[in-house]
């Protein structure tokens, strides 16, 4: 059992990396029944969510309101830094280049991804913008494989093309 406490806007979650897993797939779900696609993000520091977010691309037609950037923006304002050192970050998909490029701006500590992205990612899939010397920087990402996130993002496309 997940025990949740809402104190001052952060999110106390006692279990394991999984749960925070859980978290972010809850904003794919959102994103879903919006009709976005389904791709949510949870930032944790210190074992707390510190920010959650879910794409609004088609909601704000802007092209950058991508989960992973609504989310660090989030963060920044609760931390009062664009600095987010020590900060861990879940996302139920594969960063785009856009994405992971702020994910290194923003010092990002660890990337937790939920599912591959063949057709944009870039933690490997396609580019890998995480391990690039060139860029002097490092997030260490952890490929933890969720079936959810892939049956949501699946779910959504198939939906569409009904």
Known sequence: MIRLLLIYDYFYIEENNMCFMDEALKEAYVAFEE??????????????????????????????KHAEIIAIQKASKVLKNW????CEMYVTL?????????????????LHIGTFNKDMGACGSVINLS???????????????DERCSEVLNDFFNNKRK
Request: glycine residues 8%.
């Open 83 to 86: 600095r987010l050192n020590g």
């Open 131 to 145: 391990n690039n010397r060139s860029l002097n920087s490092f997030v260490g990402i952890d490929w933890c494989y």
């Open 35 to 64: 009709g976005e696609v389904p791709v949510g993000v949870v930032i944790v520091k210190d074992n707390k969510i510190i920010a959650r977010a879910h794409n609004l691309k088609e909601k704000m037609m802007d092209v950058t």
């Open 94 to 110: 594969e960063p785009c280049i856009m994405c992971m490029g702020a994910i290194i701006q923003s010092r990002v500590s660890k």
